[in-house]
């Protein structure tokens, strides 16, 4: 199951679609594309719903607004309770391509979690430094070195994912940081390959740099109580 959050994208979210539905039809094996429109304020889950008798293998699902990382575990819930055997996470916003998703599918029977690394990424040299930050926080809190821990491009295999879903919160938002980071620190199989990470094919990115260092402070907070939580 290839899984995404999306949230205000109206202006990537069919050309996204479009781009991606051909992989799960590969696969075959009654795989699915499913988008979790997380409450937009715009008419993403409107164009969703209008174009899903052309892509049969595509499920779009509306819910309340939770954040990107609750809405990852959201996805990930779904995969578990659906049968999936493996799911994929990416974004909706066009900065990944769908050609690389081919080499971490090869990788499936030797890794448990296979993760993109980010090289060359145009998002923003603000968004580079958050990421730089955040590899000292994970660091300075688990003791572990994570490559790049949120990466919005992992092939994960449901069995071993589902293990680590029920000591995350619901409402946790840097949960594919957690994520890598668990996997690391419990040594699981696992493999970084570099992606390439695009600008953001339209619309306008949710998140500011304010808004980045409230969720910091909270993250930070968030990992304390986890890790006290693992420990116990």
């Avoid at 997380?38 to 779009?60: L, W």
């Avoid at 306008?204 to 939580?229: C, H």
């Amino acid at each position: 199951m290839i899984v995404m959050p999306a949230y205000n994208e109206e202006a990537n979210i069919e050309s996204v679609i479009k781009q991606w539905h051909p992989v799960v039809e590969k696969i075959g094996n009654n795989s699915k594309l499913v988008i979790f429109d997380d409450g937009s304020k715009d008419d993403t889950f409107a164009i969703m719903q209008r174009i899903q008798s052309k892509y049969p293998y595509f499920v779009p699902i509306t819910k309340k607004n939770s954040g990107h990382g609750a809405t990852c575990l959201y996805a990930y819930r779904y995969a578990v309770e659906n049968g999936a055997e493996y799911v994929f996470q990416t974004d909706s916003d066009g900065q990944t391509l769908p050609e690389e998703f081919w080499n971490f599918w090869e990788l499936r029977n030797e890794c448990d979690f296979i993760i993109g690394s980010r090289k060359g990424r145009m998002d923003g040299f603000s968004r580079i430094v958050v990421t730089k930050v955040l590899k000292m926080v994970i660091f300075l809190i688990f003791r572990v070195k994570v490559t790049d821990a949120n990466t919005p491009f992992r092939l994960m295999n449901i069995n071993k994912l589902k293990t680590y879903l029920n000591n995350i919160p619901a409402d946790f938002f840097l949960s594919n940081v957690l994520i890598s980071t668990l996997i690391v620190k419990n040594k699981e199989k696992y493999k970084w390959i570099p992606i390439t990470f695009k600008p953001r094919q339209g619309g306008v990115n949710s998140i500011n740099i304010k808004r980045i260092f409230k969720i910091g402070a909270k993250a930070v907070k968030d990992f304390l109580n986890i890790k006290n939580k693992l420990i116990k």
